[in-house]
């Protein structure tokens, strides 16, 4: 397929209707319908149905929409990236990240590559992992640091070991828990929790716990994948929250929050750097990922 097929299979696969398609391509209804004829009969198969009022991809339209738009996405990055270099620039690079310890070290790996490459344009993107390594597979973001949602991941992904991720349980400064001793799951389990939503692996650690030792959380739960929110929240209720401890130390120090003094096991996978297998790195990535590994004062450990 041509350049003009993807374009038009990716306008239509957006308006879902020929009429629309033909006016942001430029070109008459008839038009329209002949290029849609061409696809098809070069792939040797139907992929919209024909209704009243628009068109309706099929399973094998929905595959091929998917791919006119990574083919397209990955042709917009090239051009970009292209036009930077000429222009004397480091490139684009676009990098997704998990909260916690991987933002510190993001941080500090952002600073330390901007000296080295005043030029190059970063463009940062903050999600869970589950999100991430779904940008990671459509071309969206070049790179993740993050953890494997499931084990099928690892035939698809490189992954290399960045560092552990320590949790506390924290509340607001007022929390009637500041200051206990011997706190057990069972007590802790009468209280209000803010919870990561459940694909991510800090609710996995605690819903382990809870659920291993027969417990249900019994006086309100709020799910939140937002820090900043359950930090307002913790801060006007009396609801505590597990958190890696590298995000709250920072609030902690600063008279924020409160360590709820709780002996917690350390259950939290490591994090590490994901790329795409079996497709080279361009060089404003490669040095990235150097800087990354010297900041986390690592050798690479691949597994």
Known sequence: MRFRHLQFLDILGRTRNLRLTAEQMH????????????????????LFDRL????????????????ASTALDGQRRFVDE??????????HLTIGAITGSAAHLLL???????????????KILEQSSDQLILWLAERKIDLMIGRFTNEEQRSQFHYERLSDEPLCVVGGLRHPLRGATDLTLTELAHWPWILYPPSTAVRKVS??????????????????????FALE????TNM??????????KYVNRGLLARIPVSWPDRM?????ISRLGEPLTPSAQAFITVLRETANLAPDVV
């Open 269 to 273: 996978p490591d994090y590490g750097l």
């Open 52 to 67: 009243p009022r628009g068109m309706r991809p099929n399973e094998l339209g929905l595959f091929t929409l998917r791919y």
């Open 27 to 46: 070109v008459t209804q008839p038009a329209a319908t002949k290029i849609l004829m061409d696809i098809e009969e070069i792939l040797e198969a139907r």
């Open 207 to 228: 819903d382990d716990l809870f659920g291993g030792a027969g417990l249900a959380l019994t006086a309100g739960v709020v799910e939140t994948p937002s820090f900043l």
């Open 233 to 236: 929240l913790m801060n006007t």
């Open 82 to 91: 292209f036009n930077a270099l000429k222009q004397g620039g480091h490139g």
């Open 240 to 249: 505590m929250s597990l958190q890696p401890a590298a995000l709250v130390e």
């Open 108 to 122: 500090a790996s952002v600073v330390e590559i901007q000296r080295l490459r005043p030029l190059l344009v970063l």
